[in-house]
């Protein structure tokens, strides 16, 4: 039989013994949990046993196991102290016996600050299975360690722009070397919103070269001008002429010739009159005989105007009048 009465400990105590002289019914120790209900000094009765408690004080956190040392009445013989030095027999319960614990919760914490300062956090409070903590087999608190509520859900989160992918690659601009593709994004990915930055680091296109290997026809170009040259007369009436060449650039792999001429012609000296020489004009015709019979004379004329002289020309030469004799052999 063990008798044996547990107890928890309230205090860190260094172990001790105690020896107690008690009344018990026969077989039937003290329940866990409980005292022993009386100390006597005086002598049991005939038909009950004997009781000495020693009490084993254990550290706090712990338990305090009584061990029940059990005595009949002829054992006894009045005296407690003869009791404690003629002991027979000891029953003891299990050493250390570790009550069950069952865990409970702790007060719930201050709610926690937001998580985001705009809609989309969230406040927490939490609680801990530890007043008192479960132990030796003790049972877990039950339900959440936690709970949460939604805060600041009436204030826009600034949203950041960010790039699209990259969209596809447009026709080279040319079909031999020096062309280039190109390629472009947005900021929509997404759009910036609510004072959100927009894209800043890349840029919106990017471009490549292409048909690189391709080499082009080269077109033949005009040179510069050569300066005028000389004019064909120091006077109206003369012109001048420049030239150019097809080899800014000379034509290459089947490019096109220079298109126009490759001379160019203008009057020159215009504002200054030429010397017109005077020339005659034609004579005009015979006058009538001056006389119709016994000789007389005729006459004609010319004038220096076909054309006059200008501009330094040089007058006619020759007489202005000619006369003929006529009639000479009609008698009058």
């Known amino acids: 039989m063990k008798l044996c009465v547990v107890e928890a400990v309230r205090q860190s105590t260094e172990i001790a013994t105690v020896t107690y002289v008690q009344f018990m019914e026969h077989g039937k120790p003290g329940s866990p949990g409980s005292a022993v ?52 027999q000891t029953r003891t319960c299990n050493q250390f016996i570790n009550c069950p614990v069952d865990g409970a919760w702790s007060s719930w914490s201050e709610w926690s600050y937001c998580s985001s300062s705009c809609s989309g956090g969230f406040s927490t409070q939490q609680r801990t299975c530890t007043s008192p903590f ?11 360690n936690q709970k949460s509520k939604p805060c600041n859900a009436d204030i826009k989160c600034p949203v950041n722009g960010a790039w699209t992918e990259w969209g596809l690659w447009s026709s080279c601009s040319s079909t031999c070397a020096g062309g280039k593709a190109e390629r472009s994004r947005t900021c929509t990915n997404p759009t910036p919103a609510h004072g959100g930055w927009i894209c800043m680091e890349g840029e919106s296109t990017e471009s490549k070269p292409c048909n690189s290997n391709i080499v ?5 170009g005009w040179s510069e001008w050569t300066l005028w040259g000389d004019c064909t007369s120091t006077c109206t009436g003369g012109t001048r002429v420049r030239r150019r060449k097809c080899t800014s650039p000379v034509k290459a792999h089947g490019g096109r010739d220079c298109e126009g001429l490759p001379t160019q012609q203008e009057g020159c000296n215009t504002n200054i009159g030429c010397p017109v020489n005077g020339a005659w004009a034609p004579w ?15 006459t004609r004329s010319r004038t220096c105007t076909g054309p006059p002289p200008a501009d330094g020309g040089a007058g006619c030469d020759g007489p202005t009048a000619d006369s003929l004799d006529c009639n000479m052999d009609v008698p009058c």
């Not at 046993?49 to 009045?78: A, C, D, F, P």
């Open 216 to 220: 082009c026809p080269v077109d033949g």
């Open 37 to 88: 209900p009386k100390l006597v000094e005086e002598e049991p009765a005939l038909e009950r046993e004997v009781v000495m408690l020693h009490h084993l004080l254990l550290e706090e956190g712990s338990v305090r196991v009584v061990y029940l040392k059990i005595l009949t009445k002829s054992q006894w013989n009045g005296s407690k102290k003869n009791a404690t030095h003629n002991l027979v």
């Open 134 to 144: 479960p132990i030796y087999g003790g049972k877990n608190c039950t339900g959440m």
């Open 284 to 298: 005009t015709s015979w006058t009538k005989c001056s006389s119709p019979c016994g000789g007389g004379a005729k």
